[in-house]
């Protein structure tokens, strides 16, 4: 009953308040009546009765304020007004009020795109129902491979089965291997991503076009159905809705389209490296389900209610064991069950970049709220009349720093509704910028959404309290009598007041420093990383992804005269220089690898489990073409063939990693070759390549031929030496063609844009900090001259009196400098400091450059010093500038 009563006084007092006070003058009126009745009673005069009852009763609009202060709502009105009057003097000062809320805005803007992406990273790279419940499922084997893997079929099948209310499963198998889809209006190379019974309807995810796969659609005969990513359907079918029923073959089997997926859509463990890409039924023969040892699936689960991961695990392994270790086994495993939830594994992958992100941010919106706080601290000075009129006639400190705290407030509501408007166009530009690798729906679709708007709403709120706090408590550090006795422009800052300006400015500049010495810091790797030789000469190199569809070509040596006839076509066309094949291509972002083991002849081999070394199949030619140079022995030749022994080409670090010192021609080794344990005999050796990244010492590689019959199922790579790249990819496509028109042929670009592009995430990294850090760089420009100019106006009476009594201008000038440039060496002290503490945090992100550079710190504080001191020469040359007559004269 009580809060009821609560509720309809809180309504009445807001929503009907005029009635309110009229009910409040009815009864003030009434009861002086009454009290004037009764002293009348008591014998005085009816005008004695009426001034002795107002003495009794008080003064009346006192008594009326007193009432309202305990009414219910009275927060809520003493706000209004608040607002209101901050709104005033918001308009009141256009000019300040415009630099406080753009500096504002820029600081929020900054915060609200790094909320932008970071949600384009992780939640929406989640694009299903209740995300937060899936979690994927991988094995270990802690005692032979402590490298997570995927899981068998038999316990998948297992879990299926058996798992109960721990949660629903589903699997996926993707090949490495692309395949040849031909329907469309040319051949492509595209990646079939088989799927298990139930696995979209897991995931919360239906087809934007057409239907799910049926039941009938996993028999065990064998399956026709087929949906197509959004991006696939755009290429083969000009996003036709026709497109469902149509017929594609892949690898010359038969399909029909029964579906569309989404734009949005990815499995969860996809990545734009594998697109386009389809999906089919997952069956399972008989030999599969017994194959224990075959990791080869990607399992996740939807978790049950009150589930835990942890919980998950211990059961999921209680399940699987009798599989993974059946009774009367010799090696007996110890398997290893982790469930992660997708989430998890998605903020560990932007750990370092989302921290990186939002600690730039975050310095910038500091370096904002400084600024503003001290244009605040500047105004608030010629506010202080004003302020000790109203401390004067009865107004608790409280309640001045609350009405101050509210117009900082509204001020950075304003800033928040710019600031949002500046996010848009950020994140518009944010998207351009970003990598072909980033080109996902994900981050196509970046934008502000409801939650992002609601943080940075927030966001903003908050930054007009932390900027406003300081002037409203220093503006109320006041003493009356001085105040009153001044006038508003001859109040001079106090010391205190001058301290928190300079912290301001010390705040600015320390931060910008940090932030310049990560860009610096960024921007010298850079350099550096871009000035690394690969290994191999990328000028005038054009590559193609090529596929001789296995289906055309069964037999291997099929396979490999038809790319060796293309070779040759391509070798004859004008302008090319030399032409050859290889799988993987280096640089391409794409792991090749074989298992080495313990073997006798080899040092720093692992003695209990395999090493895995770079592995590269290629044709004749390839060395020269690429221009990696022969160190000892021969190179491929067409005598080397599937009737010849086995042989192998090896990279110096190879060599120095397993013969140290020695000649490896004419040594033999074992790899672990799928399905086989060939004995591979060296024949040469060559310089070592860059194979994954630019910053990575080169790893041991091992080279075997083409032309060898047991790697000729490979999907590869065309390298084609030529003056004129770009008019020769349209020849190359036309001598492949000619050779198999099926052949599909993707990923035409230069050799230098495949480094460029392994570089593209340092090269955004360095992009988004560089344009945080230059706008921290203006912001302190600003409020350095800002806090400058103001510093003068104040001390305008007091520079005239010194040049009147005959101080030279130049004293004046270095003075005014002098200042600033104290305040200045104490935030790069700071700055720098600070540096040293942070800069470590980007170490992984650096190549060739220690975070604690001396040259690079020295660089930048006197960069930042030299641009402060420029900041506060033109405001510093004013004040040398004045006619002292006229200055005493107006002040």
């Known amino acids: 009953m009580v809060i009821k009563a609560r509720i309809r006084s809180l309504w009445r007092n807001v929503v009907h308040r005029d009635q309110a006070d009229q009910e409040l003058d009815e009864e003030v009126r009434t009861y002086l009546e009454h009290l004037v009745m009764k002293k009348i009673g008591e014998g005085m005069r009816p005008e004695e009765a009426q001034r002795s009852a107002r003495i009794s009763f008080g003064g009346v609009e006192q008594v009326k304020e007193e009432v309202r202060a305990v009414r219910a709502g009275r927060f809520l009105e003493d706000f209004a007004r608040d607002v209101r009057y901050g709104l005033r003097q918001l308009l009141r000062n256009p000019g300040f009020s415009a630099t406080a809320i753009t500096i504002a805005a820029l600081g929020i803007a900054a915060t609200c795109v790094v909320f932008a992406f970071a949600d384009a990273a992780t939640f929406r790279a989640l694009p299903y129902q209740n995300a937060s419940r899936l979690a994927a499922v991988t094995m270990a084997d802690l005692k032979n491979n402590p490298n997570r893997s995927g899981v068998s079929v038999p316990v998948f099948l297992n879990w299926s089965e058996h798992a109960g209310k721990i949660g629903r499963f589903a699997a996926i198998y993707s090949p490495l291997k692309s395949k040849s889809l031909a329907g469309g209006r040319e051949p492509m190379q595209v990646f079939d991503k088989q799927i298990s019974p139930g696995s979209l309807k897991l995931l919360g995810a239906s087809p934007l076009l057409g239907r799910d796969f049926l039941a009938s659609d996993y028999r065990a005969s064998g399956t026709d159905a087929v949906i197509l990513s959004y991006s696939l359907w755009q290429q083969l079918f000009h996003s036709s809705p026709g497109a469902v029923g149509r017929a594609i073959t892949l690898d010359g089997v038969g399909y029909t389209i029964v579906g569309i997926m989404p734009p949005n859509f990815l499995l969860p463990e996809s990545s734009a490296a594998m697109e386009p890409a389809c999906w089919t039924p997952l069956v399972f023969n008989a030999k599969q389900k017994s194959a224990a040892k075959d990791h080869s699936l990607t399992i996740f689960t939807r978790l049950g209610p009150g589930t835990s991961p942890e919980q998950a695990e211990v059961a999921l392994r209680a399940i699987a064991l009798p599989i993974l270790n059946p009774t009367g086994a010799r090696n007996r495993s110890e398997w290893r069950i982790q469930v992660t939830p997708l989430i998890r594994e998605l903020v560990h992958q932007w750990r370092s970049i989302l921290i990186f992100l939002f600690g730039a941010a975050g310095f910038l919106l500091a370096i904002a709220c400084a600024n503003v706080a001290n244009l605040l601290l500047a105004r608030a000075n010629g506010r202080q009349n004003e302020i000790a009129v109203r401390a004067a006639i009865g107004a608790s400190r409280g309640r001045v720093i609350r009405q101050l705290l509210t117009e900082s407030a509204a001020l950075g509501g304003v800033a928040g509704a710019l600031g949002i408007l500046l996010a848009h166009w950020g994140i518009e530009w944010e998207r351009s910028v970003l990598p072909q690798w980033f080109q996902t729906a994900n981050f196509e679709q970046m934008g502000i959404d409801p939650r992002i708007l609601a943080a940075t709403v927030a966001v903003s709120f908050v930054v007009g309290i932390v900027f406003g706090l300081a002037p409203a408590i220093h503006v109320t550090r006041i003493d009356l009598v001085e105040s009153l006795k001044q006038s508003s422009t001859s109040v001079s800052l106090s010391k205190g007041r001058w301290n928190a300006q300079g912290v301001a400015v010390v705040v600015e500049i320390a931060f910008s420093l940090v932030l310049l010495t990560g860009v610096a810091l960024m921007l010298r790797s850079f350099l550096k990383l871009e000035a690394v030789h690969p290994g191999f000469d990328p000028d005038q190199m054009l590559t193609m992804r090529v596929l001789m569809p296995k289906y055309r070509y069964p037999k291997p040596e099929d396979q490999i005269a038809a790319y060796q006839q293309v070779i040759q076509k391509i070798r004859v066309l004008p302008g090319v220089t030399d032409a050859a094949f290889v799988t993987p291509l280096p640089m391409a972002g794409i792991n090749g690898t074989v298992g080495l083991p313990a073997q006798p002849g080899m040092s720093n081999a692992p003695a209990n489990s395999k090493l895995g070394i770079g592995f590269h199949v290629v044709s004749t030619g390839y060395f020269n073409t690429m221009g990696i140079q022969l160190l000892r022995g021969r190179l491929f030749t067409l005598q080397d063939t599937h009737d010849s022994e086995l042989v192998a080409i090896v990279d110096e670090a190879f060599v120095d990693r397993f013969w140290p010192g020695e000649d490896p021609v004419g040594k033999v080794f074992y790899p672990d070759y799928p399905k086989m344990k060939p004995v591979v005999h060296v024949v040469g050796e060559v310089d070592s390549v860059r194979d994954l990244q630019l910053w990575e010492r080169p790893r041991p590689e091992l080279y075997n031929p083409f032309t060898q019959h047991f790697f000729a199922a490979f999907a590869g790579s065309l390298v084609i030496k030529t003056r004129?790249?770009?008019?020769?990819?349209?020849?190359?496509?036309?001598?492949?063609?000619?050779?198999?028109?099926?052949?599909?042929?993707?990923?035409?670009?230069?050799?230098?844009?495949?480094?460029?592009?392994?570089?593209?995430?340092?090269?955004?990294?360095?992009?988004?900090?560089?344009?945080?850090?230059?706008?921290?760089?203006?912001?302190?420009?600003?409020?350095?001259?800002?806090?400058?100019?103001?510093?003068?106006?104040?001390?305008?009476?007091?520079?005239?009196?010194?040049?009147?009594?005959?101080?030279?201008?130049?004293?004046?000038?270095?003075?005014?400098?002098?200042?600033?440039?104290?305040?200045?060496?104490?935030?790069?002290?700071l700055g720098a400091a600070g540096s040293l503490l942070l800069t470590r945090f980007i170490s992984s992100q650096l190549y060739g450059i220690s975070p604690t550079d001396p040259l690079t710190f020295v660089s930048v504080a006197l960069f930042l010093g030299l641009v402060s001191l420029f900041a506060s020469i033109i405001p510093a040359t004013r004040a040398a500038s004045v006619d002292p007559a006229e200055t005493l004269r107006t002040t």
Do not use: C, N
């Open 724 to 829: 004129t790249p770009a008019s020769t990819a349209v020849a190359v496509q036309q001598a492949i063609h000619s050779v198999d028109p099926e052949a599909p042929v993707s990923r035409i670009e230069t050799m230098r844009d495949v480094l460029s592009l392994s570089l593209a995430e340092k090269r955004l990294y360095l992009w988004l900090v560089g344009v945080f850090a230059t706008l921290a760089l203006l912001l302190a420009t600003a409020g350095i001259a800002s806090t400058v100019s103001y510093a003068i106006s104040r001390r305008k009476h007091e520079i005239g009196i010194r040049m009147a009594l005959g101080a030279r201008r130049s004293s004046v000038l270095f003075l005014m400098l002098g200042q600033t440039a104290r305040l200045v060496l104490v935030g790069i002290v």
